[in-house]
């Protein structure tokens, strides 16, 4: 079964610094990764995808995630944070066929982003 | 392209009555959609899965004769919350994926905020 941990339930960072915001999976086969970010009271919007293209996967608002086979991992990252990247962010796993290709969500990562 | 709607935005009911909400893809056809509900500070937890002609498929501990899901044509599916009560308060997102779409690509509608007083 596939499953995803997001390591860090909340990271603060200052506005101009680097975001990382990690996140590790579990999947028998080879997966397809996504994270998703929600604003307050918000849908989700994705911010990028991996599905078995390029390992280093860049995404919408400078963000880019690189997927690490070796350790399971498909870490967020952005160079320079902004005001308007506060928000919760989702690392997302699809499921199999066996699951109908639902998505498995991890528990979420809050952004706060000080001045 | 790929947008999704829910309908409405925000709904405030009373004890013991139904509530409908609307999830639309507007600029493509859906064979699937998808429920979640998410409580406050958590993840999304998928309800249903739902297939244009067929009964939806509850997720376990969803109580099928409580949520109501109908998915009558290729562009809406609907979630009736049937007798509502206060812990049935909740954010509710839909999600579509459509034919042409990559096997586990979704696109997720704003969400309906519901209140039960």
């Known amino acids: 079964a596939q499953s995803v941990t997001q390591l860090d339930s909340h990271v603060s960072v200052s506005e101009g610094t680097p975001v990382l915001l990690r996140c590790n999976y579990s999947?028998?086969?080879?997966?397809?990764l996504f994270w998703y970010v929600q604003h307050p009271n918000k849908g989700l919007q994705l911010l990028l995808k991996?599905?078995?293209?390029?390992?280093l996967v860049k995404g919408i608002n400078g963000f880019e995630a690189e997927f690490k086979k070796s350790e399971t991992s498909f870490h967020l990252t952005k160079p320079s944070a902004h005001m308007s990247d506060a928000a919760e962010y989702f690392c997302?796993?699809?499921?199999?066929?066996?699951?109908?290709?639902?998505?498995?969500f991890g528990q979420g990562t809050e952004l706060s982003v000080k001045p | 392209g790929a947008v999704v709607s829910q309908h409405p935005s925000w709904v405030i009911c009373k004890s013991g009555t139904s509530v409908k909400i609307e999830c639309r893809s507007l600029?493509?056809?859906?064979?699937?959609m998808f429920w979640y509900r998410q409580f406050p500070k958590q993840s999304l937890m998928l309800m249903a899965t739902s297939n244009e002609g067929s009964k939806a498929t509850y997720e376990q501990g969803v109580e099928k004769d409580k949520f109501l899901i109908n998915h009558a044509s290729l562009t809406l599916s609907t979630l009736t919350v049937t007798s509502a009560h206060p812990e049935d308060s909740s954010f509710y997102i839909c999600?579509?994926?459509?034919?042409?779409?990559?096997?586990?690509?979704?696109?997720f509608g704003p969400g309906t905020r519901l209140t039960v007083t």
């Open positions: 991996y599905t078995s293209a390029a390992t």
């Open positions: 600029d493509f056809q859906a064979t699937t």
């Open positions: 999600s579509a994926r459509g034919p042409g779409t990559a096997w586990a690509e979704q696109y």
């Open positions: 999947s028998s086969y080879s997966p397809s």
């Open positions: 997302v796993v699809s499921g199999g066929s066996d699951q109908g290709g639902k998505l498995i």
